[in-house]
């Protein structure tokens, strides 16, 4: 199925731990892209809760069949919807999750595999983690979930890219950081762009990347939402640290020519890796 | 080049929208904060002033009869070139009403109670003013505990936390401070003809270069001595970082409970805000 549709990047500024305010921003941007006759909108990972949620976590999550998620669901009767949250499972593990909504129902859910713990981030004491990476069929697209750090392991993106995706789907709570002079602008910036050049050149496949803004505690977010190309080249951005919109066109000429002239899908040899991971066995566990 | 060169611009944008973002979530669009005639209280007021606007700026000198009158010379000039609101409250009273009460010969005593009579000030005209305190501790003195708990140290939002002494030199030009305030020997000025560097034993420069590796970069005591550094001078300063922890951190509370403030009971600031 030819992919041609808008994807709205909605770069917000979500409140921590305040769902019903966080709400009332998703309503407001899920219209305004309604109004400009967007196919999708995307937020940024745990959009409805807020990121550094501690002994919030299990406060303010939310079950699939919320009130919360149940308003979003029914507004995607006009336009597909991705939004991050605390997910409360059925199992009562709390985790970190983004939902892709479709006329009027939960079409795919993505819990957050590489949750990420070190340094600034707690997130494996407050979260359990996602097992799974699947691609899945919207009426847009063929497209993949990632969260945040689940997107520097490559073997996510490279799951999606065997996977044929037409586009990834980034959504992430990235801190602002790095002031120096090594380039121009935020460190933080920067290294999340070449990854998703890189990942868009070597898996051939659009990358839509929505970070948060705001600040929590002092910790900042650094926004920086774009959309990227097969070819590794920016389509579109959401430039400095304030609350933004984007929008992004995608298609599959652009990932049809990309392909023929450089077919790597096809030549890649996912077999041999599987055969080196068999052969590898229990040194591929965790040590 | 530095290693520790900022991006002055790109760094105001951050701190302002910093300052602006926080208070805003607890309803405050006004700051207060002591303005020594110092680049440290300087740099934070012109932030402040960008973030708040300068009318909603208060900045307040508060120097004891013993202070250096340049300090207050060069903090006017800072007044005037960022059109901020000042005051003037000499703790001159306040603080020798104690020390007629306690006689405190030793100096770092008489520092610390200073200090603190600027804090009580502070934190009284922040009700006034109706704004919050802003501090002016940078990285440098923090990591080192070069300063006064409950006094100095004291703040509500802390622009300039994460920023080296080098790169508030940096931050300071770009803001176009005076350059008598910029240019002169830092000081606490708690006492006559002190400089921070003599009493520290060292010079800021120094004591930049080897934070920067040691916390920022993470290196080793080994890789500090492959890189140069005296052993004594990696000892002097790892010392200093580790025991003025006490003063980065609220006070200590000895749990008996299930759940503990500060142990197990984990919410930041912004909680709902």
């Known amino acids: ?287 | 080049m530095n290693r520790l060169d900022i991006q002055p611009q790109l760094v105001e944008d951050i701190l302002v929208r910093f300052l602006r973002v926080e208070a805003g979530k607890f309803g405050f669009t006004r700051a207060v904060l002591g303005l020594s005639g110092g680049i440290d209280s300087a740099v934070s007021c012109a932030l402040a002033a960008r973030a708040f606007g300068a009318k909603n700026v208060l900045a307040v000198m508060m120097p004891y009869k013993t202070s250096n009158p340049d300090s207050e010379g060069d903090a006017r000039q800072v007044v005037a070139k960022l059109g901020c609101e000042s005051r003037k409250v000499d703790i001159s009273k306040l603080a020798d009403g104690y020390f007629d009460t306690v006689d405190v010969a030793d100096k770092i005593r008489r520092g610390n109670v200073m200090a603190r009579a600027r804090m009580i000030v502070l934190y009284d005209l922040s009700v006034e003013w109706r704004g919050l305190v802003i501090g002016t501790s940078n990285k440098t003195e923090i990591l080192l505990g070069y300063s006064t708990q409950f006094g100095d140290a004291a703040s509500a939002l802390n622009p300039l936390g994460d920023l080296y002494k080098h790169q508030i030199y940096q931050l300071a030009r770009h803001l176009e401070l005076p350059s008598s305030v910029v240019d002169k020997a830092p000081s606490a000025d708690l006492f006559q003809g002190q400089t921070d560097e003599a009493e520290l034993g060292f010079t800021y420069a120094e004591a930049d270069r080897i934070l920067e590796l040691m916390v920022d970069q993470r290196y080793s005591v080994d890789d500090l001595l492959a890189a140069g550094f005296a052993q004594d001078f990696v000892a002097k300063i790892g010392r200093r970082i580790a025991l003025n922890q006490y003063k980065r951190l609220p006070p200590v509370i000895a749990k008996l409970s299930e759940r503990t403030v500060n142990h197990d009971f984990r919410y930041l600031r912004s909680w709902g805000h």
């Open chain 1, 1 to 287: 199925m030819p992919m041609d549709c808008r994807v709205v990047l909605a770069q917000v500024e979500p409140t921590l731990g305040n769902v019903a305010l966080n709400l009332e921003t998703h309503v407001r941007e899920i219209r305004a892209a309604i109004d400009e006759q967007a196919d999708i909108v995307v937020f940024p990972e745990l959009s409805l809760t807020g990121y550094f949620l501690k002994d919030q976590t299990s406060e303010v999550a939310l079950a699939l069949d919320s009130a919360e998620l149940e308003q979003i669901a029914d507004l995607s009767r006009r336009i597909s919807i991705v939004v991050g949250f605390a997910e409360r499972g059925r199992d009562g593990r709390v985790y970190n999750a983004v939902a892709w909504f479709e006329d009027g129902e939960l079409l795919e859910l993505h819990r957050k595999v590489h949750l990420v713990h070190y340094g600034m981030f707690d997130e494996g004491r407050d979260f359990a983690p996602g097992e799974r990476f699947r691609a899945f069929e919207s009426k847009h697209g063929r497209f993949g979930l990632l969260i945040c750090e689940d997107m520097w392991h490559v073997g996510s993106s490279w799951l999606h890219f065997l996977s044929n995706v037409d586009a990834l789907i980034v959504a992430s709570a990235g801190p602002a950081r790095g002031v120096t002079e090594d380039e121009t602008g935020l460190r933080s910036t920067h290294v999340w762009n070449k990854i998703h050049d890189t990942l868009a050149l070597l898996y051939q496949t659009w990358i839509v990347y929505v970070n948060r803004v705001g600040s929590e505690d002092g910790i900042l977010f650094g926004g920086g939402s774009r959309c990227v190309d097969p070819h590794g080249r920016e389509t579109a951005a959401i430039a400095g640290l304030e609350p933004g919109r984007a929008t992004a066109h995608l298609s599959s000429d652009v990932l049809r020519r990309a392909r023929v002239a450089t077919p790597l899908r096809r030549d890649e040899k996912p077999w041999i890796i599987a055969r080196e991971l068999a052969r590898l066995g229990s040194g591929a566990q965790p040590q």
